[in-house]
C-alpha cells in the first residue's frame, strides 16, 4: 500500500505539473526518468523490416502487361520480353494442376492466374486483394534481373506450388460446379451485435485434403524445378503434429486458437499422408467421390464417410498415432549455411539442438552434425526426415548417417527408448 501511495502522488504531481505547464514538462520528467533507467554498457537494438507487394486492382491495372499466356485454361500475364518464359510456366501449371487433380480426383473449380512482375528486389510477404474471375486464382510470380529462366521464377516462388494448389483444392470443396459443397466455418452477420459462428468442424478435411494436394503437387514439380531446400513452402512435420494433436484434429475449426494452427496444418497433413500409406491413394479418391453422395457434408458425415470408406473409426485412428520424438532441433541445409558453417556437404539437415535424455542423444548425434540420409533415403529437409522414419517405424531402429567435419559417420536411431 506504501507504494502505491507513492504512485498515486506522483502521477498526481504529474498531472498538475501538465496543469500549470504544460505536456512539455510532463514529457521531459518522464524521458528523464526513462535515460536513467538504461543501462551504462549494454542496450539492445530491436528492429523489424519487409518488403510486402501489395497486388490489388488499383496497382494491377498500373501494371504494363505486355501479354498473356495461356494454356488448357491456365493464363500467365507476362511483362515486357518475359512471353517465352510465360509459355513455359503456363504449361507446366497446366500440367501440375491435371496431375493433382487426378491423384485426388477432384475437378478444379478454379485455375491459376498467375501474373510476372519484374523487381528489382523480391518481397518478403505478399497480400493480394484483387476482384478476380470467379475461375481463377490469382498466383503472383516475380521477376529479378538475372532470373529471368522461368524455372528459377518458379523455384523463387513462396506460393507455388504447394500454397496455390492448397487453396485451389479447398475452394473447389467448398465451391464445386457440381455436388455438393464440404461445408465450410462461417461467419454470419446477423442482427446480433457480434454475429453469428457457425462451426461444421470440416477443416480436417478441407485442409488436410488441400496440403495432401500440395504435397502431390510439390512432388510433381520438383524433378523439373531445382528449388532450394530451405525456401519451398511444405508443412514439414505432419507425423509429430499429429502424435501431438490426435483426436483433437476433428475439433479444429476457423476460429480455433491461432497459435496453435501450426500444429493443426501439419497434423491434418500427416493424417492423409497416414492414411495414403495404410490404405492406399484410392481410399482418398473415394473419399472425395462419396462427399458427393452425402446429404450435408459437414464435419460428422465426412467422419462418417471416412469410416465407411477406410472401415475403421479415424477418430482413433489419429487418436492412437504414435510418433517417435527424436529430441532434435533441425535446420535445413541452404546455401547461406554451406558458406557461413564452411560445411562439408551442401544439402540435408543440420543439427541445431540436441535434448538431453533424447533417443538422438542416446544415439550420440551431435549438435551442428548433418544428417544426410536416414535408411539410406537421402534427406533435404525435415518432411524427408519424418516421412523416412515414418515409413520404418516397425523397425527396432533406423540408420542415421550424418557428416562430422569430414567424418562420414552412421549411427542407430532407436525409435522408442528402451527398445
Not at 491495372?61 to 517465352?84: D, H, I, K
Not at 505432419?238 to 475439433?251: I, M, N, Q, R, T
Not at 477406410?310 to 535446420?331: H, V
Request: glycine share 6%; net charge negative; aromatic share 8%.
Amino acid at each position: 500500500m506504501k507504494y502505491m501511495r507513492v504512485a498515486l502522488i506522483t502521477i498526481t504531481m504529474l498531472l498538475a505539473a501538465h496543469c500549470l505547464f504544460g505536456c512539455r514538462v510532463v514529457n521531459r520528467t518522464i524521458t528523464d526518468k526513462a535515460y536513467e533507467a538504461l543501462p551504462e554498457k549494454q542496450a539492445r537494438f530491436g528492429w523489424v523490416g519487409g518488403r510486402t507487394y501489395k497486388l490489388d486492382d488499383e496497382s494491377l491495372a498500373e501494371t504494363p502487361f505486355e501479354g498473356a499466356a495461356e494454356f488448357q485454361g491456365v493464363q500467365v500475364s507476362y511483362q515486357n520480353r518475359l512471353g517465352e518464359q510465360a509459355q513455359h510456366i503456363a504449361e507446366h501449371l497446366a500440367y501440375v494442376t491435371q496431375t493433382v487433380g487426378g491423384e485426388i480426383a477432384l475437378e478444379f473449380t478454379h485455375q491459376p492466374h498467375a501474373y510476372l512482375l519484374r523487381v528489382d528486389e523480391a518481397p518478403d510477404n505478399v497480400k493480394i486483394n484483387l476482384k478476380v474471375d470467379p475461375n481463377s486464382m490469382p498466383l503472383p510470380l516475380f521477376v529479378e534481373a538475372g532470373r529471368e529462366d522461368w524455372r528459377t521464377i518458379l523455384a523463387d516462388s513462396t506460393i507455388f506450388p504447394y500454397a496455390i494448389i492448397h487453396e485451389i483444392t479447398e475452394a473447389s470443396l467448398v465451391m464445386p460446379r457440381e455436388g455438393k459443397p464440404v461445408a465450410p466455418d462461417l461467419a454470419v452477420q446477423s442482427l446480433v451485435p457480434l454475429g453469428l459462428v457457425v462451426k461444421n468442424y470440416t477443416r480436417w478435411f478441407r485442409d488436410g485434403l488441400a496440403n495432401y494436394a500440395g504435397y502431390i503437387a510439390f512432388k510433381a514439380s520438383a524433378p523439373h524445378i531445382d528449388y532450394p531446400p530451405g525456401t519451398a513452402s511444405l508443412h514439414r512435420r505432419p507425423f509429430s503434429a499429429l502424435a501431438k494433436v490426435g483426436d483433437d484434429l476433428f475439433k479444429w475449426h476457423q476460429y480455433s486458437d491461432e497459435s496453435k494452427s501450426g500444429d493443426y496444418y501439419n497434423a491434418a497433413l500427416g493424417l492423409f499422408l497416414l492414411i495414403e500409406h495404410r490404405y492406399g491413394s484410392q481410399a482418398i479418391r473415394d473419399m472425395v467421390i462419396g462427399k458427393d453422395a452425402l446429404e450435408f457434408a459437414d464435419g460428422a458425415a465426412m467422419i462418417e464417410l471416412a469410416n465407411a470408406t477406410l472401415r475403421t473409426d479415424i477418430e482413433k485412428l489419429a487418436e492412437n498415432f504414435d510418433f517417435p520424438q527424436t529430441g532434435l532441433g533441425l535446420a535445413p541445409v541452404t546455401r547461406a549455411a554451406v558458406l557461413n558453417q564452411d560445411l562439408p556437404v551442401d544439402s540435408g539437415l543440420c543439427v541445431t539442438a540436441v535434448e538431453s535424455g533424447s533417443i538422438a542423444e542416446a544415439a550420440a548425434i551431435q549438435k551442428g552434425d548433418v544428417i544426410t540420409h536416414v535408411a539410406g533415403l537421402p534427406i533435404q529437409h525435415q518432411l524427408d526426415f519424418e516421412r523416412a522414419i515414418f515409413e520404418h517405424l516397425a523397425a527396432d531402429a533406423v540408420p542415421v548417417a550424418v557428416r562430422r567435419g569430414q567424418e562420414s559417420i552412421t549411427w542407430e536411431l532407436k525409435l522408442a527408448p528402451g527398445k
